[in-house]
């Protein structure tokens, strides 16, 4: 067995919350000239999801470290062609189905090549159906699967057609890609039309590919541990391993983490510092995303709920944490009728937190074009009057 190297710094439990918060954008005046696409290029990936409750995830995780960017905007900024068509980005398996910048494009070579070298999914798909998929993007395309002769078979979201299984295996595979989204359905084309020649023929070797996403992951993160650094683009552990001593990482010793850990050597070279966001967060923001770092990190538990049973949920549908000063200092789970943003379930982490959860309930409520915000449950009762007043101070 190789012996890990020797640690080169140590960091206090602090100093790394610090450098993770402003490794992910929250710490410090953000690169509002690189706007939306300087956000995902920051982050190398951006979740994606079908729940929509203030906003979708890919939207509410620019606003959480930009302000309050236009909804539009953020997917006109995804979506939208560069000059000569070019896109922007695009989708693919990372973390989950996430929105990757175009440019990473070869570095997801090694997953393409594992999804064809491994048996299909327990779909079935008809003689032909594949092949007759391809060619009609080719001389369609760019389509939806509704265009391409319908996404299910039956009402259930589960039960795809074959045209649906095909065209999804192709975009596995690397043949079809997703640049664009229309009223949330995926458009696809052959990737050899959509993605730019320069990318598309830079087929580098597993090595290359998992060099780069360690040192993306780690780069994002600030400092992580190697599950951590896997977990950001859904990377094994041995796959970590081979690679992390020639991604350009740096062995560092966290307090209290117990386990050996990696660093961007640039998040170590000054000292974090600036203005920190106050915010709720996606649940499926990267900063959150993997519950053991989130309570490793800032001593929060999260969890998504909203495919917990409703009797069984503890702090609701789709709660937010609420990031104000560097900490996760509640949780509200939101929703919308009519102007009114209604906080259904608040958490606070004792009376200090309230002026900054209120301050993020106005600034979301005014990011989605309402005018009014109504508290219906408060956790700590005590704590509900005192949240109600701040709000309506912030309100005017």
Not at 143 to 161: F, I, N, R
Not at 326 to 341: C, K, M, Q, S, Y
Request: charged share 25%.
């Amino acid at each position: 067995m190789t012996s890990l190297p020797r640690p080169a710094t140590d960091l206090s439990a602090d100093e790394a919350r610090r450098v993770v918060l402003r490794a992910q954008g929250f710490l410090g005046a953000p690169d509002r000239r690189s706007g939306v696409r300087g956000v995902l290029r920051h982050l190398g990936a951006v979740q994606l999801d079908t729940i929509s409750v203030l906003a979708r995830s890919h939207e509410l995780v620019p606003y959480a470290r930009l302000g309050a960017v236009g909804r539009r905007t953020v997917d006109e900024a995804y979506w939208t062609p560069g000059a000569g068509g070019a896109p922007h980005a695009f989708e693919y398996w990372s973390h989950a189905a996430c929105i990757l910048p175009i440019e990473e494009w070869p570095h997801f070579a090694f997953r393409r090549r594992a999804y064809r070298a491994r048996p299909h999914w327990n779909h079935a798909l008809p003689d032909g159906t594949y092949d007759q998929v391809i060619k009609q993007l080719r001389t369609e395309g760019p389509l939806t699967a509704t265009d391409l002769g319908g996404a299910k078979k039956t009402s259930e979201w589960w039960d795809w057609s074959g045209t649906k299984v095909a065209v999804e295996r192709a975009l596995m595979y690397g043949e079809v890609v997703c640049t664009e989204r229309r009223g949330w359905k995926r458009v696809y084309d052959l990737a050899e039309r959509a993605v730019p020649d320069t990318l598309l023929h830079d087929e580098l070797d597993d090595a290359e590919c998992l060099r780069r996403l360690v040192r993306l992951a780690g780069q994002s993160l600030g400092v992580g541990t190697r599950a951590d650094i896997a977990d950001y683009h859904r990377l094994r552990g041995e796959q970590v391993d081979a690679v992390i001593a020639d991604s350009g990482l740096v062995p560092v010793a966290v307090e209290g983490w117990g386990k050996p850990a990696w660093a961007d050597p640039a998040a170590l070279e000054t000292a974090p510092r600036g203005r920190h966001r106050t915010t709720l967060l996606s649940p499926f923001d990267s900063l959150v995303w993997e519950r053991a770092r989130t309570e490793r990190i800032f001593g929060f538990t999260h969890r998504l709920e909203a495919y917990t049973p409703k009797a069984k949920r503890i702090h609701g549908y789709f709660a937010m944490p609420v990031l104000a000063g560097g900490r996760l200092v509640g949780r509200v789970d939101p929703a919308r009728e009519g102007n009114t943003l209604v906080a259904k379930q608040v958490t606070l982490d004792g009376a200090k937190a309230v002026p900054a959860v209120a301050q993020a309930l106005v600034e979301a409520a005014s990011w989605v074009d309402c005018t009014s915000v109504r508290v219906e449950r408060v956790d700590a009762p005590e704590l509900r009057d005192p949240l109600t007043r701040e709000l309506a101070h912030a309100l005017g």
